[in-house]
């Protein structure tokens, strides 16, 4: 038997071979992304779904600063104390407490949204009404004083995305276009 008259289906079988290993490894890659793709979405809907759980238990004070009347009846005073340090009363120190669990929550927002790039734009629609509450001009400048002087990142978050917010008050659109450098 000759051997010889091998060697070309033999080069034609190993040439299929390397094709077809390729051509599995471009599918099992795209199958692979598409699945982290998927766990991905998953683990975010399932952080979302666990931010949600701790925004319904601050909602009472994101009321507290939203209108006027509440935040001058509330939390105006309370910051007040905390800034001539006379907080005494354990209301206040719980209404200081209620305060700065929600601050902490719109800073884990900041968080979500500029280093792990949770779904920018359900983070903005989800919670950053309130923000924009916290952050509007000429109100609520005890509020605004205090998170500059305790909660540098999320005022830096703040001031960075002002264009944002102001359109998001005219429109009800994030738009993330106008968002400054970071410097």
């Not at 490894?25 to 992304?33: D, M, P, S, T, W």
Request: aromatic content about 12%; hydrophobic content about 45%.
């Amino acid at each position: 038997m000759n051997w010889s008259n091998w060697t070309p289906i033999a080069q034609t079988l190993g040439t299929l071979s390397a094709m077809l290993t390729v051509l599995a490894l471009i599918v099992g890659g795209g199958f692979a992304l598409a699945r982290y793709r998927r766990e991905v979405r998953l683990r975010a809907a399932d952080l979302l779904m666990k931010m949600e759980e701790e925004y319904r238990t601050i909602v009472r004070t994101c009321l507290d600063f939203e209108f006027l009347d509440r935040y001058q009846e509330v939390i105006v005073p309370v910051l007040k104390k905390v800034e001539d340090g006379t907080m005494q009363l354990t209301d206040d120190i719980e209404k200081l407490a209620r305060l700065d669990r929600c601050l902490r929550f719109f800073f884990l927002c900041t968080v979500l949204n500029a280093d792990l790039k949770v779904e920018e734009t359900a983070i903005a629609r989800a919670y950053y009404y309130y923000v924009c509450v916290l952050a509007e001009p000429g109100k609520r400048c005890e509020l605004q004083m205090y998170i500059a002087k305790y909660y540098a990142r999320l005022n830096a978050w703040m001031k960075r995305h002002q264009k944002c917010m102001d359109q998001y008050r005219k429109t009800g659109d994030w738009d993330w276009t106008l968002v400054l450098d970071e410097q």
